[in-house]
């Protein structure tokens, strides 16, 4: 698609974001909490997961992100206290907590310096608890800052999660309009090397105007570009959040989530190149029609397939998955090479 074409799509999509409502609900509470399996040192784990309602994401411009709802306007840095010390009180002694804010936990506009250092002292005293994880876009990642929360923290871990989404700069820029590009990430990435902190990058299947075979190769090539930084890969199929560009293109028939297929094809060739190191995917919606999907028929044997890999990193498990839609969807993946245009069904 032509630039003006995309900045006109942009400068829409800015404009639906004007009239939509940020998120509502007690600035007191948490926007969302809930547990989860993780596995920490190869062995299963439970992990709380808590999303602080925040002023949100600074930059608050990607083509398929609509986690602004869980933002509130006029939030204080004591109403987030609140939250951390009511996710506390809910801590059953899991051992890893992941606070996530629907934008970076390190930007200090978001999340005050000060606050951010109270939030991983109270963490820090959590008797089992071994590492603390956050979020954050790459420009918010300062060393002497990381470096010291990474000393309130110790003897437990840090994990810094970058939603990098793509090593493809045009990718970066024209599907996703994410802000940055590939080597603003790779510096911020060897701050959290360097700090002594775990890093996890997020990639994204399926950013809009790409095909569903173009989506796969950008995701394999991108895993292949950070291998030998990060330690876990974390594959993030698009979903379509309410209020966003991805939103836009689907109800006008223009976008397809990306099939259960290609996500088990990305994390097969993912394992390939990481070797010992983790690659897992959260789906958010799967099987869904906003989400990543197959048939109907297949979805929850795929998904629970996908669920298991994730954990124990065997891609055995997807072995013995199969349905007549593979067909279809390998039909797809070579017809969209001589169509204008992805083929959505
Ligand atoms: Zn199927």
Not at 99 to 122: A, M, N, R, V, Y
Not at 176 to 183: L, R
Not at 306 to 332: A, K, P
Request: aromatic fraction near 8%.
């Amino acid at each position: 698609m032509e630039e003006e074409k995309m900045r006109e799509i942009h400068e829409l999509i800015e404009d639906i974001r004007q009239r939509a409502t940020s998120g509502k609900g007690d600035p007191h509470l948490p926007a969302r909490m809930w547990r989860e399996e993780e596995i920490l040192n190869g062995k299963p784990v439970k992990a709380l997961v808590v999303v602080l309602r925040t002023s949100g994401c600074r930059w608050n411009a990607c083509s398929m992100c609509g986690y602004f709802k869980d933002s509130l306007k006029g939030i204080s840095p004591d109403d987030i206290l609140k939250q951390v010390d009511y996710a506390i009180s809910e801590y059953r002694n899991e051992e890893i907590i992941k606070i996530f804010t629907s934008g970076s936990f390190l930007d200090p506009q978001e999340i005050e310096f000060s606050l951010q250092k109270k939030i991983i002292e109270k963490l820090s005293g959590l008797k089992n608890l071994k590492v603390i994880s956050v979020e954050s876009r790459p420009e918010f990642i300062s060393y002497d800052r990381l470096n010291h929360l990474m000393k309130l923290i110790h003897p437990k871990s840090m994990e810094i999660s970058i939603g990098l989404e793509s090593a493809n700069d045009k990718v970066l820029q024209y599907s996703i309009n994410k802000g940055f590009g590939f080597s603003e990430y790779l510096e911020s990435a060897k701050i959290v090397k360097e700090a002594g902190a775990l890093l996890k990058t997020y990639i994204l299947l399926k950013p809009p105007f790409l095909r569903e075979r173009e989506a796969i190769d950008d995701c394999v090539h991108s895993i292949e570009k950070i291998k030998d930084i990060t330690d876990t890969v974390s594959l993030n199929p698009v979903s379509v959040h309410r209020y966003t560009l991805v939103e836009f293109l689907w109800e006008r028939g223009e976008y397809r989530p990306p099939w259960l297929w290609s996500v088990v094809e990305v994390l097969k060739e993912g394992k390939k190149i990481l070797g010992g190191k983790r690659i897992k995917c959260d789906i958010t919606g799967g099987g869904k029609e906003r989400g990543a999907h197959n048939c109907g028929e297949c979805d929850n044997s795929v998904l629970d397939a996908i669920g298991r890999f994730s954990l124990y990193q065997d891609v055995g498990y997807f072995e013995e998955l199969q349905c007549d839609c593979i067909d279809e969807w390998r039909d797809n993946l070579d017809l969209e090479i001589f169509s204008l245009s992805p083929v959505v069904s």
